[in-house]
């Protein structure tokens, strides 16, 4: 059989997908599922660098490096790469002539014929440029299939469809582009009710947002201008990039870049903090405008929110918070992410190009959170008229897919307060006498003023493990804690807390290591675990941290030994 694969040509990154033995995967190039989209030229041997390489000379040889070709798709222009001039379709063909290749020697065969996506939103020209771009890098392009339409073929499998009639919402908001469609699914159709967005608004905008507040704040501290300067700009738009993912997941990113720029002769350094509502405050207007197009697709297509089955997220900029908080407030209903956000598109391009080669798909399975996980926290104005707070903070949302990790900031109430109680919840009321208690800790406080920062990270595993990391900003001091979420046939929580799960762990890699009883690494781990258990046992919680990190380290060296 003549496989038909399919890639997602985006435009922060591109992916290659195959349907095999009934399920789509992506095909790694160079051990990386996501190939960046960026053509770079050698001026010295007229070599033109495609991916990773290429967005890593963007620092050193920004004019001869084109990112966001994507965004000139279908226009009539001309893109200069150093000394050459190419068109859109030129730019765009490297791309896949290099994914093309890479993925022939990655799977050992032949990649002839494809089908690639393109935004719901995108009009004929547009359309049309991207198979041109296509057969200039040797593809037999079989059919252009819109990214919601694609991402809707991963996430409503067979089986899951043919149960009747669903109405489903596709977010798609990439790095150059968003969508929005309303489709209504029954069996194998596909109906698309309704497709609205914008071409020229997505990730890329967001950190050029972030991009020109660094640039005013290192103008406004230190009084250097590097508007003009492309290296240190180069620099600065993969430094904004990487921290707008992380304030994602987390509500604190650090920008540290030494030796941005030169000035009279003196180096010029940054050293910053982007707090996540700073981030968001930059980007609610393009926000916004995503969620005036959602409410006018639903108009579109006759449909009401309530009468919506799902709302899917789709794309990288997806996972931004304010997304998710936002399209909750706009049309009081919780999106979910898909399969996986970055990667959907091409998998959902490798199912319909499967099922043009004539083979059958399976549905995709993926574990999710089964409920909300999330701390007690002062937040609703009767926890203040009384001892014990009651509001339910959620920090990993119902339905996330795992494994995952997200991190909130939470702020101390009174001066020199002395210590935090972390206690752990799951459940979707957002009162925490709703829900299910999973454990607590106490952590120490150093002495600091009323309403300073404490970041509580949350990791959730495969293994239902909740890894939870409480972090005193500015005061290097920090507590973790490990527990474990099983579901019992009565419905109970079974918690244990890291204490519990620590011992488990040494024992079973005493018990599962091939060594000599006088390995140094054996030794200390011994040691290590005895000293913790008879400090649990005898009640000191001082000696017990000091233990438990002991034992941490000890059970680190020999998984590593």
Do not use: W
């Not at 490798?350 to 399975?365: H, P, R, S």
């Amino acid at each position: 059989m003549h496989k038909i694969f399919g890639i997602d040509l985006g435009t922060t990154n591109s992916s290659l997908a195959v349907l095999s033995e009934g399920k789509p995967r992506v095909i790694p190039i160079e051990d990386s599922n996501l190939v960046p989209s960026v053509v770079s030229l050698d001026p010295n041997t007229g070599e033109f660098i495609v991916g990773q390489r290429a967005k890593r000379r963007s620092i050193l040889f920004p004019d001869y490096t084109v990112k966001s070709i994507k965004r000139l798709m279908g226009k009539d222009v001309r893109v200069h790469i150093g000394d050459q001039e190419m068109s859109p379709e030129e730019v765009s063909s490297k791309i896949l002539y290099y994914i093309k290749t890479q993925g022939e020697k990655a799977i050992n065969g032949p990649i002839d014929r494809v089908v690639i996506t393109v935004p719901a939103y995108f009009n004929d020209a547009q359309r049309r440029a991207t198979i041109r771009a296509g057969e200039m890098a040797g593809l037999d392009v079989v059919r252009i299939i819109n990214e919601p339409t694609a991402a809707s073929l991963v996430y409503e499998g067979p089986a899951e469809a043919a149960s009747g009639r669903h109405h489903v919402l596709i977010y798609d908001l990439g790095g150059g582009t968003f969508d929005v469609s309303v489709l209504r699914i029954q069996g194998e159709l596909r109906e698309v009710l309704s497709s609205r967005g914008n071409t020229q608004l997505g990730g890329d905008d967001f950190d050029r947002k972030l991009l020109d507040y660094v640039l005013d704040q290192v103008k406004i501290k230190q009084g250097v201008d590097l508007s003009d300067d492309k290296r240190a700009i180069a620099r600065l738009s993969e430094a904004v990039e990487q921290a707008k993912i992380a304030l994602s997941t987390r509500p604190f990113a650090r920008i540290l870049e030494p030796g941005l720029a030169e000035r009279e002769g003196r180096p010029v350094n940054l050293d910053m903090e982007i707090s996540r509502p700073t981030f968001e405050s930059l980007i609610e207007e393009f926000i916004d405008t995503t969620f005036y197009e959602v409410k006018h697709a639903l108009e579109e297509a006759s449909i009401e929110p309530e009468d919506l089955d799902r709302v899917i997220l789709v794309g990288g900029s997806s996972h931004i918070p304010a997304v998710i908080e936002g399209l909750k407030m706009s049309i009081n209903f919780s999106p979910e992410l898909a399969v996986d956000p970055e990667l959907c598109v091409a998998l959902g391009a490798a199912v319909q190009g499967g099922i043009m080669a004539g083979e059958i798909f399976d549905q995709i399975l993926v574990d999710v959170t089964a409920h909300s996980l999330g701390i007690r926290a002062f937040g609703k104005e009767d926890d203040y008229l009384s001892d014990r707070p009651d509001t339910f903070a959620v920090i990993i949302p119902r339905n996330t897919p795992i494994p995952v990790t997200r991190a909130d900031v939470f702020y101390t109430i009174v001066e020199n307060q002395k210590k935090v109680l972390i206690e752990v919840f799951q459940g979707e009321s957002d009162r925490c006498r709703q829900n299910r208690s999973i454990d607590s800790f106490e952590m120490s406080l150093h002495p600091s003023p009323a309403h300073s920062d404490i970041v509580v990270e949350f990791s959730y595993d495969l293994d239902g493990i909740i890894h939870v990391v409480a972090d005193q900003k500015g005061y290097n001091n920090r507590r973790e804690v490990t527990m474990s979420v099983r579901e019992r046939g009565t419905g109970d929580v079974q918690a244990s807390t890291m204490e519990d799960y620590l011992q488990r762990k040494a024992k079973k890699l005493l018990k599962g290591k091939d060594m000599p009883e006088d390995d140094p690494a054996r030794r200390h781990l011994i040691e290590a675990l005895d000293a913790y258990t008879e400090a649990k046992a005898s009640g000191s919680q001082e000696d017990l941290e000091t233990l438990e990190e002991d034992l941490l380290d000890a059970i680190e060296a020999l998984e590593e030994d």
